[in-house]
C-alpha cells in the first residue's frame, strides 16, 4: 500500500519523511483562486503517489497551468483522515506518451493541525508495516509446522 522513505539509525520516521503509495491514492483538484479572486470549481479526479510535509506528487490526465497566479486546492483521504490542502503546482512533467502528467505541488495548509495528522499518519504507517511483517512471519511458521 505505502513505503516510508527516509528512516534514520533506530528504525523511526520523522516528520521529514515522504509516503510513497504503492497503489495511487484518488483525490479532487480543485481551482481555487485565480489571480487573488476566489474560484473554487473542482477541475480533475487526481492521483497521488508520493504526500509529503510539504508537497504531493500526483498524476492527471489534464494539463494544468503552471503559475503562481493559480492557488489549487487538493481533498484527499488518507488513513480515513480527509486533508484539505491549499497551494500551487510547482513542476509538470509528461508520463511516456501516455496522455498523463505527473505534477508536483507544493502547498501551504489552513489547518495548523496538519502537522499532527501527518504524524498520526506516520504512526499507523509504522503499526501497519509492523503487522505485515508479523502476519509473514507467522504464515512462516505455520507453513514450517504443516510441511
Known sequence: MFLLKNKNERGFSNLNDSIHFQTKIDAELYIFEVQKKCVNKKCANIKVDILDRKSISFVSEVQLPISEEVVYKIKVTVFQKELELFGVIKEKNECNGNGEYQYHFTYFSL???????LKIM??????????????LYVRKIAEKELS
Not at 111 to 117: D, K, N, Q
Open 111 to 117: 489547518s495548523e493541525h496538519f502537522p499532527y495528522h
Open 122 to 135: 506516520k504512526l499507523k504507517e509504522a503499526v501497519i508495516k509492523k503487522y505485515q511483517e508479523n502476519s
